[in-house]
T-cell receptor, first 116, second 112 residues
């Protein structure tokens, strides 16, 4: 049973560029959340997708956008990259159908994004 | 809004020592509480959870009890091992709020 998979593992970009990160949820999960984890900090919630719609959003600017596909996989897009966007980006999946917010989220190993 | 406060690290212990990592929270309603562990270079792994008051979550020798009266969910282990060295995060979610709110994390180093 595959867990949450993310690609790529590492990415180096320069300021002003755009980036797309990808996530496949754990089998049986229908909900995907994205988090940003700066060095030495706890993960910060970016947004959550369910039924191909953004359902909740954290305190992140519009430069951060996403998408969920019919097979439940998801993409995170970041435009006009800033140095401060350097972080580990974590994808987590869960199942709203199986119990909502009480269900634990399962995390991938993340994408390490470095902005030069 | 929701918030989680964890004890500041780093925490350094000798093998077989007793571990406590304090976690308190602020939330409306009745949140679910979680402990996640992050090993170097990896994502977060769920360690244990509790979904209602007085529930005790346990896994791999770790335990935490959901205390509503003190809004706490302290992590404990009776005898730590070198392999327990990692960063530990306390987190909550609840009600219509599906997002996880995390504490800042506590780095644990266990020496042989």
């Amino acid at each position: 049973d595959a867990g949450v998979t993310q690609s790529p593992t590492h990415l180096i970009k320069t300021r002003g560029q755009q980036v797309t990160l990808r996530c496949s949820p754990k089998s049986g999960h229908d909900t995907v959340s994205w988090y940003q984890q700066a060095l030495g900090q706890g993960p910060q919630f970016i947004f959550q997708y369910y039924e191909e719609e953004e359902r909740q959003r954290g305190n992140f600017p519009d430069r951060f956008s996403g998408h969920q596909f019919p097979n439940y996989s998801s993409e995170l897009n970041v435009n006009a990259l800033l140095l401060g966007d350097s972080a580990l980006y974590l994808c987590a999946s869960s199942s709203r159908r199986q119990g909502g917010s009480n269900q634990p989220q399962h995390f991938g190993d993340g994408t390490r994004l470095s902005i030069l | 809004g929701n918030s989680v406060t964890q004890m500041e690290g780093p925490v350094t212990l000798s093998e077989e020592a007793f571990l406590t990592i304090n976690c308190t929270y602020t939330a409306t309603g009745y949140p679910s509480l979680f402990w996640y562990v992050q090993y170097p270079g990896e994502g977060l792994q769920l360690l244990l959870k509790a979904t209602k008051a007085d529930d005790k979550g346990s896994n791999k020798g770790f335990e935490a009890t959901y205390r509503k009266e003190t809004t706490s969910f302290h992590l404990e282990k009776g005898s730590v091992q070198v392999s327990d060295s990692a960063v530990y995060f306390c987190a909550l979610s609840g009600g219509s709020n599906y997002k996880l709110t995390f504490g800042k994390g506590t780095l644990l180093t266990v020496n042989p």
